[in-house]
Nanobody, 122 residues
Framework: VQLQASGGGLVQAGGSLTLSCAAS????????MGWFRQAPGKEREFVAR????????LYADSVKGRFTISRDNAKNTVYLQMNSLKPDDTAVYYC????????????????WGQGTHVTVSS
């Protein structure tokens, strides 16, 4: 399984970015997907997750109302639309494919992308 994340970059506070994660090597539509992030000096934290069919989503409180997770199963891709970005959103963002367990725990995901850097300037 390969997960290829892209779309990171430098953006000013209040701006927007859309991250993409293309999957291959597994039946993408059968698996829930998640986004996590890790800021410098901090532990990896849950951002959002989406069910296999895309009908249900869950967000961390810190991004609720600003970020939107979505997926296109025909393209084997999951997205993270990030609006109203804040400097605290600066991190490496990782997409991950769910295995089992609590969906907001990183240990519940068995495949990870390489990460894409997001920097939000004030």
């Amino acid at each position: 399984v390969q997960l290829q994340a892209s779309g990171g970059g430098l953006v000013q506070a209040g701006g927007s970015l859309t991250l993409s994660c293309a999957a291959s090597g597994r039946t993408f539509r059968a698996y829930a997907m998640g986004w996590f992030r890790q800021a410098p000096g901090k532990e990896r934290e849950f951002v959002a997750r989406i069910t296999p069919g895309g009908t249900a989503t869950l967000y961390a409180d810190s991004v609720k109302g600003r970020f939107t997770i979505s997926r296109d199963n025909a393209k084997n891709t999951v997205y993270l639309q990030m609006n109203s970005l804040k400097p605290d959103d600066t991190a490496v963002y990782y997409c991950a494919m769910y295995d089992s367990g609590i969906m907001s725990y990183s240990s519940s995901y068995d495949y990870w992308g390489q990460g894409t850097h997001v920097t939000v300037s004030s």
